[in-house]
């Protein structure tokens, strides 16, 4: 919402600065956005006067202009390209280290083709107040040569913006905005009456109302005899302050009124108007040309006004072209009507229309203003344009339903922690159009037409307290206890921002894609159900939900790839669905690597480059695991994985296999063609829900870290076995022979070969010692070591290799 602050003061008497007035609208709810003053912005630009202006020596479109910038200093020469640059011209000079808004530069002394210019002669598009650059600005001659230009030009009408709430429908115009200020002691509120205009003859035109739930009230007038020509310089000056492009004066009067008092209205051409008007629901398949010049195709659920033509305006949202006026208009009908919010916002999103109109009735305006915005619409209509008005023709009720509320005086008390007096709290509504009735405890309070969005206790209770001020809130702590706090988050909250980080950790970047997917890519991951098929989708290609989150992440891929960034590794933590059931419906972390986006670093290095393969994966899958509190000692890393994976280059995490938790690896060429990716991609997805939970365990506590002071001792041993035993098996029979002293058992080596049978593979690993009580002697080095490969050779049916 954006108003003028001379358009405030034609509601709300007031000597409050500006930045005061600001500060008291954000504190009362209404929070100011920004504040525009073109006159602080435009102060460096001062009127100055070209004394002469000759040809460029080495540029036929430039002019060296000599200026005189007023004040009795010397003249100044300027370079100038505009084609309008003459001797005797009166425009607008910025001396150098001026900052130039339309151009985002500051200016500075410059050669242009060997000739110095010292300052610059402004367009209206470089200084912002209008789209003009054909030329700089010419003044009139009588412009004073030396004063600030914004001063004169009458630019010193800071325009705010506010953004308001959606229960505050009564502030959509700058008359409910000064009656905030004014209750808020900021000035005081003007509200003179409106006075009914008389009808000089009856309405020819009737009104039917099909359906009163759509429309509540409807109040029409005909105007006759109007000149529709351009409006006044004041109404044309606040429209474009706004972001309004001004048409002619009758259509200004609608944008007026819908920004001065929040109350919409439309006028209609008499004469294209075809019979009686009818407010109905459209019909099927029935059209309208809208305003917008865009054609809408309607169906029922579409309340309209239509003639004995057809539909002539989407009710409340937007009129038709049909009827619309236009220069040549002498006969008006001004429609002023009540719509039901519901049925405006289904139609608006239905449509795709974003009004003005649209934003005030879903969100409820003054039903006793019907009449009277009439009556003030019809004097502004004669008074720009003219002609004699009609009777006015209301159907329907042109005032809302009385809403009175009993009000215990110990609510502000008990919702707001502050003592307010009743003289207060009488003094506060008042002001904000309540009426107070009673002296308590408990107090009669009418609500005013225009807050439709109070309702209850508590709603007056905010309308109190936001008057004296949030701040006035005394601050009170919680009372804690003696128990401690319970967590706030839930175990798979925390299991899905411990996997986030450590994903970020790793160099992947978050992606946020759809949870829908087409039916093809659902089935290649094993989707694809009935049950799963959206009823409605969006698009074609967004049919189903998703049983993982790797589609959308390959997508997102290879829509980088296909812009020129084919290294790229990206990271999802979200929902997937394998049912219907909640039960279906699990918390899954996947992510992809692509080119060189490897866990070693991104991209190609001179160093060297690596790009990303299956153990990459497999690394982000265990980092995600072990973030999200996974018994990383039990997990086990089986061959193989999901159908859409590289049979040969992939495996499954599991903790037996009754507890899948995800799988890793390259995508197969297959699932590649299928998704129209370029491959090779890596990718890996865990299921964070089937992640055990912690058993609780009563320990004493131990240091964060536990140094020994003897000297570690290194041993390898490589082992001949079977090429189906895995190496991880090995691993846990050596850290088993003695978990307190053998501290690390890594493979380093695996070799199949020259010298080895076919059927079997050498296996090679390191072990560390760590002794905490003594330094080892070697005769207890090699007891550990014998005993190693005794166990290694027994559980595995291997031998040591000589």
């Given at each position: 919402?954006?108003?003028?602050?001379?358009?405030?003061?034609?509601?709300?008497?007031?000597?409050?600065?500006?930045?005061?007035?600001?500060?008291?609208?954000?504190?009362?709810?209404?929070?100011?956005?920004?504040?525009?003053?073109?006159?602080?912005?435009?102060?460096?630009?001062?009127?100055?006067?070209?004394?002469?202006?000759?040809?460029?020596?080495?540029?036929?479109?430039?002019?060296?202009?000599?200026?005189?910038?007023?004040?009795?200093?010397?003249?100044?020469?300027?370079?100038?390209?505009?084609?309008?640059?003459?001797?005797?011209?009166?425009?607008?000079?910025?001396?150098?280290?001026?900052?130039?808004?339309?151009?985002?530069?500051?200016?500075?002394?410059?050669?242009?083709?060997?000739?110095?210019?010292?300052?610059?002669?402004?367009?209206?598009?470089?200084?912002?107040?209008?789209?003009?650059?054909?030329?700089?600005?010419?003044?009139?001659?009588?412009?004073?040569?030396?004063?600030?230009?914004?001063?004169?030009?009458?630019?010193?009408?800071?325009?705010?913006?506010?953004?308001?709430?959606?229960?505050?429908?009564?502030?959509?115009?700058?008359?409910?905005?000064?009656?905030?200020?004014?209750?808020?002691?900021?000035?005081?509120?003007?509200?003179?009456?409106?006075?009914?205009?008389?009808?000089?003859?009856?309405?020819?035109?009737?009104?039917?109302?099909?359906?009163?739930?759509?429309?509540?009230?409807?109040?029409?007038?005909?105007?006759?005899?109007?000149?529709?020509?351009?409006?006044?310089?004041?109404?044309?000056?606040?429209?474009?302050?706004?972001?309004?492009?001004?048409?002619?004066?009758?259509?200004?009067?609608?944008?007026?009124?819908?920004?001065?008092?929040?109350?919409?209205?439309?006028?209609?051409?008499?004469?294209?108007?075809?019979?009686?008007?009818?407010?109905?629901h459209a019909r099927d398949g029935e059209t309208l040309l809208a305003l917008d010049g865009r054609t809408y195709t309607?169906?029922?659920?579409?309340?309209?006004?239509?003639?004995?033509?057809?539909?002539?305006?989407?009710?409340?949202?937007?009129?038709?072209?049909?009827?619309?006026?236009?220069?040549?208009?002498?006969?008006?009908?001004?429609?002023?009507?009540?719509?039901?919010?519901?049925?405006?916002?289904?139609?608006?999103?239905?449509?795709?229309?974003?009004?003005?109109?649209?934003?005030?009735?879903?969100?409820?305006?003054?039903?006793?203003?019907?009449?009277?915005?009439?009556?003030?619409?019809?004097?502004?209509?004669?008074?720009?344009?003219?002609?004699?008005?009609?009777?006015?023709?209301?159907?329907?009720?042109?005032?809302?339903?009385?809403?009175?509320?009993?009000?215990?005086?110990?609510?502000?008390?008990?919702?707001?922690?502050?003592?307010?007096?009743?003289?207060?709290?009488?003094?506060?509504?008042?002001?904000?159009?309540?009426?107070?009735?009673?002296?308590?405890?408990?107090?009669?309070?009418?609500?005013?037409?225009?807050?439709?969005?109070?309702?209850?206790?508590?709603?007056?209770?905010?309308?109190?307290?936001?008057?004296?001020?949030?701040?006035?809130?005394?601050?009170?702590?919680?009372?804690?206890?003696?128990?401690?706090?319970?967590?706030?988050?839930?175990?798979?909250?925390?299991?899905?921002?411990?996997?986030?980080?450590?994903?970020?950790?790793?160099?992947?970047?978050?992606?946020?894609?759809?949870?829908?997917?087409?039916?093809?890519?659902?089935?290649?991951?094993?989707?694809?159900?009935?049950?799963?098929?959206?009823?409605?989708?969006?698009?074609?290609?967004?049919?189903?939900?998703?049983?993982?989150?790797?589609?959308?992440?390959?997508?997102?891929?290879?829509?980088?790839?296909?812009?020129?960034?084919?290294?790229?590794?990206?990271?999802?933590?979200?929902?997937?669905?394998?049912?219907?059931?909640?039960?279906?419906?699990?918390?899954?972390?996947?992510?992809?690597?692509?080119?060189?986006?490897?866990?070693?670093?991104?991209?190609?290095?001179?160093?060297?480059?690596?790009?990303?393969?299956?153990?990459?994966?497999?690394?982000?899958?265990?980092?995600?695991?072990?973030?999200?509190?996974?018994?990383?000692?039990?997990?086990?890393?089986?061959?193989?994985?999901?159908?859409?994976?590289?049979?040969?280059?992939?495996?499954?995490?599991?903790?037996?296999?009754?507890?899948?938790?995800?799988?890793?690896?390259?995508?197969?060429?297959?699932?590649?063609?299928?998704?129209?990716?370029?491959?090779?991609?890596?990718?890996?997805?865990?299921?964070?829900?089937?992640?055990?939970?912690?058993?609780?365990?009563?320990?004493?506590?131990?240091?964060?870290?536990?140094?020994?002071?003897?000297?570690?001792?290194?041993?390898?041993?490589?082992?001949?076995?079977?090429?189906?035993?895995?190496?991880?098996?090995?691993?846990?029979?050596?850290?088993?022979?003695?978990?307190?002293?053998?501290?690390?058992?890594?493979?380093?080596?695996?070799?199949?070969?020259?010298?080895?049978?076919?059927?079997?593979?050498?296996?090679?690993?390191?072990?560390?010692?760590?002794?905490?009580?003594?330094?080892?002697?070697?005769?207890?080095?090699?007891?550990?070591?014998?005993?190693?490969?005794?166990?290694?050779?027994?559980?595995?049916?291997?031998?040591?290799?000589?």
């Open positions: 919402m954006k108003f003028t602050l001379s358009w405030l003061k034609d509601h709300l008497d007031t000597d409050e600065p500006l930045e005061k007035l600001a500060n008291k609208l954000t504190m009362i709810g209404l929070e100011v956005e920004s504040i525009e003053d073109k006159a602080k912005a435009l102060q460096p630009f001062t009127i100055a006067r070209v004394i002469s202006a000759e040809q460029h020596p080495n540029a036929d479109r430039l002019r060296v202009c000599m200026v005189d910038t007023g004040g009795g200093a010397a003249p100044v020469q300027v370079v100038c390209g505009a084609p309008n640059a003459r001797a005797g011209l009166i425009s607008v000079f910025s001396a150098p280290g001026t900052f130039i808004p339309g151009k985002n530069i500051t200016l500075s002394v410059g050669t242009i083709r060997g000739v110095e210019s010292r300052g610059m002669l402004c367009s209206a598009a470089e200084l912002e107040i209008s789209d003009d650059h054909d030329g700089i600005l010419e003044l009139p001659a009588d412009a004073p040569v030396g004063a600030a230009y914004a001063e004169w030009a009458g630019l010193g009408d800071p325009v705010i913006e506010i953004n308001l709430t959606p229960n505050r429908q009564d502030c959509a115009g700058v008359h409910g905005i000064a009656r905030d200020l004014a209750a808020a002691d900021m000035g005081k509120f003007k509200d003179p009456a409106i006075k009914p205009v008389k009808g000089e003859f009856p309405c020819p035109v009737k009104v039917t109302v099909e359906d009163e739930k759509l429309c509540p009230g409807f109040a029409l007038r005909l105007v006759r005899g109007v000149r529709n020509g351009p409006s006044p310089k004041w109404l044309q000056d606040r429209l474009t302050a706004i972001g309004l492009r001004p048409i002619n004066a009758l259509v200004d009067i609608t944008n007026f009124m819908t920004y001065d008092r929040s109350r919409p209205l439309h006028v209609f051409d008499a004469r294209k108007v075809k019979g009686n008007l009818v407010v109905r309607l169906d029922s659920s579409v309340c309209v006004i239509a003639d004995d033509h057809g539909v002539e305006s989407l009710a409340g949202i937007m009129g038709g072209e049909a009827s619309g006026c236009d220069e040549n208009t002498t006969d008006v009908l001004i429609e002023s009507a009540l719509w039901n919010e519901i049925n405006i916002a289904q139609t608006g999103r239905k449509l795709g229309i974003n009004s003005d109109a649209r934003y005030r009735f879903e969100r409820g305006v003054d039903p006793a203003f019907m009449v009277p915005g009439l009556e003030l619409a019809t004097r502004l209509v004669m008074e720009m344009c003219g002609g004699a008005p009609s009777e006015t023709i209301v159907v329907g009720n042109r005032f809302g339903d009385d809403r009175v509320i009993d009000f215990p005086l110990s609510e502000v008390k008990r919702l707001a922690g502050i003592d307010v007096p009743l003289p207060e709290m009488r003094r506060i509504l008042s002001h904000l159009g309540f009426m107070v009735a009673g002296n308590g405890p408990v107090v009669k309070v009418a609500v005013p037409s225009w807050r439709t969005d109070v309702h209850g206790k508590a709603d007056i209770v905010e309308e109190i307290v936001r008057i004296i001020g949030v701040d006035k809130v005394p601050e009170t702590p919680f009372e804690r206890g003696e128990d401690a706090r319970k967590p706030v988050l839930t175990p798979i909250q925390r299991r899905t921002r411990r996997a986030k980080r450590a994903l970020a950790a790793r160099g992947m970047v978050e992606a946020v894609t759809w949870s829908f997917i087409s039916k093809q890519a659902a089935e290649l991951f094993g989707g694809g159900k009935a049950e799963l098929a959206l009823a409605n989708p969006i698009a074609s290609d967004l049919s189903d939900m998703r049983p993982s989150l790797l589609p959308g992440l390959i997508a997102a891929a290879q829509a980088n790839a296909d812009r020129g960034f084919s290294d790229v590794s990206l990271f999802e933590v979200g929902q997937v669905f394998a049912g219907d059931r909640p039960e279906d419906q699990w918390t899954a972390a996947a992510g992809v690597r692509h080119g060189f986006a490897s866990s070693q670093g991104l991209g190609r290095h001179w160093s060297g480059s690596k790009t990303a393969d299956a153990f990459d994966a497999k690394a982000d899958a265990l980092a995600v695991l072990a973030a999200a509190g996974a018994p990383m000692q039990a997990l086990q890393i089986v061959p193989g994985g999901a159908s859409w994976l590289h049979p040969g280059r992939s495996g499954t995490i599991q903790i037996g296999p009754q507890n899948v938790l995800g799988t890793f690896g390259e995508l197969h060429p297959r699932a590649l063609e299928a998704l129209r990716a370029d491959g090779p991609i890596m990718a890996f997805e865990v299921i964070l829900d089937r992640i055990p939970a912690a058993k609780p365990k009563v320990t004493r506590a131990k240091p964060a870290l536990e140094l020994s002071a003897f000297q570690p001792v290194s041993r390898d041993f490589a082992f001949i076995i079977d090429r189906s035993v895995k190496a991880i098996d090995i691993v846990r029979t050596a850290q088993g022979v003695d978990k307190k002293l053998i501290t690390d058992v890594t493979v380093f080596d695996v070799y199949e070969g020259k010298g080895i049978d076919p059927a079997k593979k050498s296996v090679a690993i390191a072990v560390t010692m760590q002794p905490r009580e003594k330094t080892m002697t070697d005769q207890e080095i090699d007891a550990v070591a014998e005993k190693i490969v005794a166990e290694v050779i027994k559980k595995t049916g291997g031998t040591l290799r000589a």
